[in-house]
């Protein structure tokens, strides 16, 4: 049974830090990309970042540039968003996805975290 479980949300005040993790099991991840989204009340879920499998490829999505930083650990399946200035407007649950592709698009991800709540106070 594949899984991936998101860990690391919480509530935290505008200006500060969080760093996410999500942790893959089940199946071998060799040669997925790995992504974060996030999608927040009312709204569509959006790329947040995303990482290849050999991380010489990173993609943000333009109101985390700058701020967040994905990373992996192949070895570990694991993938981290650490995020940092945090503003209210990234309040929002956070998804951890996985697949073959290297995309952008939320309905390319063929496998996703039950998702971790993140909640920046003003």
């Known amino acids: 049974q594949v899984q991936l479980v998101e860990s690391g949300g919480g509530l935290v005040q505008a200006g500060g830090s969080l760093r996410l993790s999500c942790a893959a099991s089940g199946r071998s991840f060799n040669g997925y990309a790995m992504a974060w989204f996030r999608q927040s009340r009312g709204k569509e879920r959006d790329i947040v970042a995303v990482i290849n499998w050999t991380a010489d490829s990173r993609y943000y999505g333009d109101s985390v540039k700058g701020r967040f930083t994905i990373a992996r650990d192949n070895a570990k399946n694991t993938v981290y968003l650490q995020m940092s200035n945090l503003t209210p407007l990234d309040t929002a649950v956070y998804y951890c996805?996985?697949?073959?592709?290297?995309?952008?698009?939320?309905?390319?991800?063929?496998?996703w975290g039950q998702g971790t709540q993140v909640t920046v106070s003003s």
């Open positions: 996805a996985a697949d073959r592709r290297y995309s952008v698009i939320a309905h390319a991800y063929e496998y």
